[in-house]
């Protein structure tokens, strides 16, 4: 089979071989044509380019020459030079402003506003005063009107002894270059573009920002044809967006004897230039093949009999085995020489890979079950790029994605920045087979939050490459339900600290106290004996309001209440009419903003809070000032923030998270349990709110604000 083959396949070669390289060399020629067209054409254009350049160039000598003979410029006249400064640029937009300065640089007048600014350090000026002439700068990012990007120009006004005066600078803006550009039909790809004499872009036509933004150099390639002085050049070189193009350059000079300030360029993409001619080459291949393929077909039909359906039977028998019919087998088999032996081997390979992809299949299904349903996230990715190759149900769920968008993200993408070495640290680990186990790893979801799993990995081979399988378990709740309990915990023992200590102080009072009154009671001392039996009930009122505050604080968010909607004014008025005694009493001035605010919640606790505040500012009142008690609302952006202001002796700050805790006081003086705080820190937990003090002590008052979102009338509640 291979003999004959050969030979018929040779002698087909041979014939088309004359062809074949007619077709190249013809091709090849109509491509050096075409390049040579288009350096012809690129040439062109910077010529263009450049005698429009000089055009404008001219007229702004012009425009400078004549400001310069101006009597209001000369006579350093701020407004009237300004004024004529700002009528010409608005007049020619392509000048983005004119300024005048004297010869220390010192700007006096501008067609934009200015403050105090100096130009002496700029190129342009300093050859303006050197030259006594025009002088033209480079690409700058001006210093008035904006900081905007541009091209200056430098005219000295000198007096009749020839001195410099003063210097005119103009400022061209960068857009008005395109107007050189004019209207020209170019091929896709290609550009033109104009740069100053260090081959910083000052136009670009059509504008690319991402890859040829103005202000920036130009490509090191195409910069390096200007280097050695040529007044024009052209080359096929890379530009910065990687397109290799025919780049042509013109040098645009201010007087011949003085180096270029300025440089065009126009190019076209090589591929563009070369597209007919690679037309027509591929034409002339295609016809080629076609005529080859003619001629093989031909040699082919001479061996059909003996060695094409022979073969094609096998191949059809392999396609058929590839495409998954496992039972497929070769009936050549009782064929002589090669082609039996091929088809005896094919047959015993076929049933060997059979009974393999049986087990195999068996295999896949119970992994892609274990995988699929596993009651833990479960990720595979590759140890070397750490992109992620396989997801399953859960840790999609967990993390918020979809598998199609986790596969396009890497395991950077999952986890905080802080905790990237560890998780690198367990890819080294797993590059050297081992099993690594992680406690508590913050992993970043879809939405930005961030929940904490542990995780357990180890290596294996994902479709013949190195990755790592992560099971994630979410131990977020876990430990949030630690911590609460660590807190809960904590809490309790100072509660219980507390509460013996405070219950213990009003029983050790009665005790000794029963022990005077013995004594008081023999020697019949009628005035020790009514002292005694005082501080007796002042203990046990101060036990009885201890158990009444704890019993209330142990209430809340334990008992089950009836919601109720009420309007505010309503809940803070049975505030204020429980305390209008103390109110009252202290000439207290209540003021309280009256907003139609719906609250829904446990009526009574509501109350509490607003209570317990007018009291506790009562209680803190100043002695040199009238009580002035403010009660409101403000709108934010997380809701309502609920307020009660006062003008009472205030709060250090390093107290405002004190006062809160259970039997705080910040003066033992004041009648009270030290309860009131923390049971109005409860209730506002409760509605899912919290609270926070401001004050600065020292008599400044004090400013309690809290919020109650749970407690915030939604739409539809009545």
């Known amino acids: 089979?291979?003999?004959?083959?050969?030979?018929?396949?040779?002698?087909?070669?041979?014939?088309?071989?004359?062809?074949?390289?007619?077709?190249?060399?013809?091709?090849?020629?109509?491509?050096?044509?075409?390049?040579?067209?288009?350096?012809?054409?690129?040439?062109?254009?910077?010529?263009?380019?450049?005698?429009?350049?000089?055009?404008?160039?001219?007229?702004?000598?012009?425009?400078?020459?004549?400001?310069?003979?101006?009597?209001?410029?000369?006579?350093?006249?701020?407004?009237?030079?300004?004024?004529?400064?700002?009528?010409?640029?608005?007049?020619?937009?392509?000048?983005?402003?004119?300024?005048?300065?004297?010869?220390?640089?010192?700007?006096?007048?501008?067609?934009?506003?200015?403050?105090?600014?100096?130009?002496?350090?700029?190129?342009?000026?300093?050859?303006?005063?050197?030259?006594?002439?025009?002088?033209?700068?480079?690409?700058?990012?001006?210093?008035?009107?904006?900081?905007?990007?541009?091209?200056?120009?430098?005219?000295?006004?000198?007096?009749?002894?020839?001195?410099?005066?003063?210097?005119?600078?103009?400022?061209?803006?960068?857009?008005?270059?395109?107007?050189?550009?004019?209207?020209?039909s170019l091929p896709a790809g290609s550009f033109l573009s104009i740069t100053d004499h260090q081959g910083i872009r000052l136009s670009y036509y059509p504008p690319r920002e991402k890859t040829n933004a103005v202000g920036r150099p130009i490509a090191p390639r195409a910069w390096e044809m200007v280097r050695g002085g040529e007044e024009t050049g052209v080359a096929t070189v890379q530009g910065s967006d990687g397109i290799l193009r025919i780049v042509a350059f013109k040098s645009v000079r201010l007087n011949p004897a003085e180096p270029p300030y300025m440089y065009v360029w126009a190019g076209i993409p090589e591929a563009q230039v070369l597209e007919d001619a690679n037309k027509v080459l591929i034409k002339n291949l295609l016809f080629m093949l076609f005529s080859t393929i003619a001629a093989f077909v031909f040699s082919w039909r001479i061996g059909k009999k003996t060695l094409v359906a022979p073969i094609n039977s096998l191949v059809d028998t392999a396609s058929n085995f590839a495409r998954g019919?496992?039972?497929?087998?070769?009936?050549?088999?009782?064929?002589?020489?090669?082609?039996?032996?091929?088809?005896?081997?094919?047959?015993?390979?076929?049933?060997?890979?059979?009974?393999?992809?049986?087990?195999?299949?068996?295999?896949?299904?119970?992994?892609?079950?274990?995988?699929?349903?596993?009651?833990?996230?479960?990720?595979?990715?590759?140890?070397?790029?750490?992109?992620?190759?396989?997801?399953?149900?859960?840790?999609?769920?967990?993390?918020?994605?979809?598998?199609?968008?986790?596969?396009?993200?890497?395991?950077?993408?999952?986890?905080?920045?802080?905790?990237?070495?560890?998780?690198?640290?367990?890819?080294?680990?797993?590059?050297?087979?081992?099993?690594?186990?992680?406690?508590?790893?913050?992993?970043?979801?879809?939405?930005?939050?961030?929940?904490?799993?542990?995780?357990?990995?180890?290596?294996?081979?994902?479709?013949?490459?190195?990755?790592?399988?992560?099971?994630?378990?979410d131990v977020t709740e876990r430990k949030q339900k630690e911590q609460q309990l660590i807190e809960k915990n904590a809490e309790l023992e100072r509660f219980t600290y507390t509460v013996s200590h405070d219950l213990k102080s009003p029983v050790v009072t009665i005790k000794n106290f029963l022990g005077f009154l013995e004594k008081d009671l023999e020697t019949g001392d009628q005035k020790k004996i009514g002292c005694d039996l005082d501080y007796m009930h002042r203990a046990t009122d101060r036990m009885e309001q201890l158990l009444t505050d704890l019993l209330s604080l142990a209430k809340i968010g334990r008992i089950t209440t009836v919601r109720e909607s009420i309007l505010f004014r309503q809940l803070v008025g049975e505030a204020i009419f429980i305390l209008a005694g103390p109110i009252a009493e202290h000439r207290a001035q209540v003021q309280v903003v009256d907003v139609p605010l719906i609250l829904c919640g446990d009526r009574s606790r509501l109350v509490e809070i607003w209570q317990n505040l007018i009291d506790n500012a009562i209680k803190y009142r100043s002695l040199h000032t009238l009580l002035t008690i403010e009660i409101g609302l403000e709108s934010t952006a997380e809701g309502p923030v609920f307020y009660v202001r006062d003008n009472g002796v205030g709060i250090d700050p390093c107290y405002h998270d004190k006062i809160f805790a259970l039997f705080d006081q910040l003066n033992p003086e004041v009648e009270g349990s030290g309860l009131g705080l923390a049971l109005v820190k409860r209730i506002v937990e409760l509605n899912k709110g919290r609270i926070w003090v401001e004050s600065e002590g020292g008599g400044t008052g004090s400013c309690f604000r809290f919020t109650l979102p749970d407690a915030i009338n939604k739409p539809g509640d009545n």
Not at 15 to 28: C, H, K, M
Not at 97 to 124: Q, W
Request: with cysteine.
């Open 325 to 473: 019919d496992l039972h497929v087998r070769s009936e050549l088999t009782i064929l002589p020489g090669e082609l039996g032996v091929l088809s005896r081997a094919f047959n015993t390979m076929a049933a060997s890979l059979e009974k393999s992809q049986g087990a195999l299949s068996q295999s896949e299904a119970k992994y892609r079950a274990l995988f699929e349903h596993n009651a833990d996230g479960l990720l595979v990715v590759d140890l070397k790029t750490r992109r992620i190759r396989h997801a399953n149900p859960m840790i999609c769920k967990m993390l918020g994605y979809a598998e199609e968008e986790l596969l396009e993200l890497g395991v950077e993408d999952l986890h905080p920045a802080a905790d990237l070495p560890q998780i690198l640290a367990a890819f080294a680990a797993m590059a050297r087979q081992e099993v690594v186990s992680s406690e508590d790893i913050p992993c970043r979801c879809k939405d930005g939050t961030i929940f904490l799993a542990d995780i357990n990995a180890a290596r294996i081979d994902f479709d013949g490459v190195p990755c790592s399988i992560g099971m994630f378990r």
């Open 1 to 184: 089979m291979g003999y004959i083959r050969k030979k018929l396949f040779f002698l087909v070669a041979l014939a088309v071989l004359p062809a074949l390289v007619i077709i190249l060399y013809a091709g090849l020629d109509q491509r050096r044509q075409a390049i040579d067209a288009a350096r012809r054409e690129v040439l062109f254009l910077v010529q263009n380019m450049s005698e429009t350049q000089q055009g404008r160039l001219e007229s702004v000598r012009q425009t400078l020459s004549v400001l310069a003979w101006m009597p209001v410029v000369q006579n350093f006249d701020i407004t009237a030079s300004s004024a004529i400064f700002r009528a010409v640029s608005e007049g020619n937009t392509a000048y983005f402003n004119i300024t005048a300065a004297h010869v220390n640089g010192d700007v006096f007048a501008s067609a934009r506003p200015f403050g105090s600014i100096n130009l002496a350090d700029r190129k342009h000026f300093r050859e303006a005063l050197t030259k006594k002439d025009l002088a033209v700068g480079e690409y700058l990012v001006t210093r008035i009107g904006g900081n905007t990007p541009g091209f200056a120009y430098a005219y000295p006004v000198t007096d009749k002894a020839g001195e410099s005066r003063l210097v005119l600078t103009l400022i061209q803006g960068l857009d008005s270059f395109a107007d050189l550009f004019g209207v020209v």
